[in-house]
């Protein structure tokens, strides 16, 4: 993080003089365009076109030619100065970035079957950036499952009518929220809709139970027409952050339907690389200094904790205080009787015979005493 602080005041030192550069150039220019034009409407009122100069003119013209030899001369050295503050940036960026970041690289990572996971998460993601000409070119299909969701798009009340009970089993309020935004298109239209709208309420009857206040709203709402909706204490109906929302509901619960991640794999594990990057690079550092061969050999795991942020948290983890390693399926996290808890292979490693003693609190028990832990 000093790193990008550093580069970043660099790079404002840098907007900064170019911006005092624009104004001073614009200024210049403008006195110069304002004293030549002054000077040749002088000569032609005083002179003529054709009448020889004086020398006191000659002398003025002379004066002049100085003057914008000087400006123009001032204005190319300024912009050298820039010059040289750009190219501070540029090294204040090698200076605090690491360009060769395969050094944090792990040989053979990336067997058979990682290579097939990164492109389908790579697929995945293009298909979901709606770059559907890059994803079929990637994996040679030409149907595809978000072709049908980029498809319902068009039609997400369709959509949203279809999958009725499976979205009503997640608690969705999409269908809902697509009539209601149609409904407010309709009070939009003033009195001329106004029987429109009253049939098309009907269609609320189905979301009374969860949507009732909601509904009030929408029904009190059409006392307003005569006047308009953007003069009435419902102003707020007309809010255009709702298409908005419609769009972050929509992709939540299709993801949902799907079994999909709202957000994309290949951009959740960039950001959380370009986070972690940094450390990784000055652990490895660390470990060639000291020579500490096999720190890190370890392909599913890293050397250090990396602090992601609360945006990468997605679900409970545990490490085992003894071997300081995160639990898995095969070696899920056990509760001892005293409360203590430990990893599986810790426990198996530490019980002697048919006792076990925590290394927490002096308390003996039998192995078979514990419990495994659900997070």
């Not at 908005?244 to 290949?266: K, Q």
Request: contains cysteine; hydrophobic residues 40%.
């Amino acid at each position: 993080m000093d790193q990008c602080v550093t580069v970043e005041r660099e790079l404002e030192k840098v907007l900064h003089k170019f911006s005092g550069y624009g104004q001073l150039c614009e200024r210049g220019l403008e006195e110069l365009i304002d004293y030549t034009g002054g000077l040749k409407h002088e000569i032609l009122q005083s002179h003529g076109q054709d009448a020889e100069l004086s020398g006191t003119l000659s002398l003025v013209l002379t004066q002049c030619c100085k003057r914008i030899k000087d400006t123009v001369q001032k204005l190319a050295s300024d912009h050298k100065d820039i010059h040289s503050s750009v190219s501070r940036v540029g090294k204040a960026i090698d200076k605090n970035f690491d360009s060769d970041i395969s050094s944090v690289g792990i040989d053979g990572c990336w067997q058979a079957d990682s290579q097939r996971l990164l492109n389908e998460v790579m697929v995945e993601h293009f298909f979901r950036q709606g770059m559907l000409d890059v994803a079929e070119e990637l994996c040679q299909v030409t149907v595809c499952l978000f072709q049908r969701i980029f498809d319902a798009l068009l039609c997400s009340e369709l959509w949203a009518v279809s999958n009725r009970e499976m979205l009503i089993a997640q608690n969705s309020s999409l269908e809902f929220k697509l009539h209601r935004l149609y409904f407010i298109s309709l009070l939009m239209g003033g009195t001329t809709n106004q029987r429109e709208a009253l049939q098309y309420a009907k269609n609320f009857q189905p979301f009374a139970l969860n949507h009732q206040k909601d509904i009030q709203v929408l029904m009190g709402s059409l006392v307003y027409l005569r006047q308009g909706i953007e003069n009435s204490p419902y102003v707020h109906l007309l809010d255009a952050n709702q298409w908005a929302d419609i769009c972050d509901i929509f992709t939540r619960d299709a993801c949902a339907l799907l079994g999909l991640s709202v957000e994309s794999p290949l951009s959740v594990s960039f950001s959380a690389g370009c986070v972690a990057l940094p450390a990784l690079i000055n652990i490895k550092a660390v470990i060639e200094q000291r020579q500490c061969t096999g720190v890190w050999n370890q392909k599913d795991e890293l050397p250090i904790e990396v602090d992601l942020g609360k945006k990468c948290w997605y679900h409970s983890i545990f490490a085992c205080p003894i071997l300081r390693q995160q639990t898995t399926d095969n070696n899920p996290p056990m509760k001892l009787v005293c409360g203590h808890i430990i990893s599986r292979d810790a426990l198996n490693k530490m019980f002697n015979g048919s006792k076990l003693k925590c290394p927490y609190c002096p308390m003996e028990q039998s192995p078979g005493d514990a419990k495994q832990i659900f997070f």
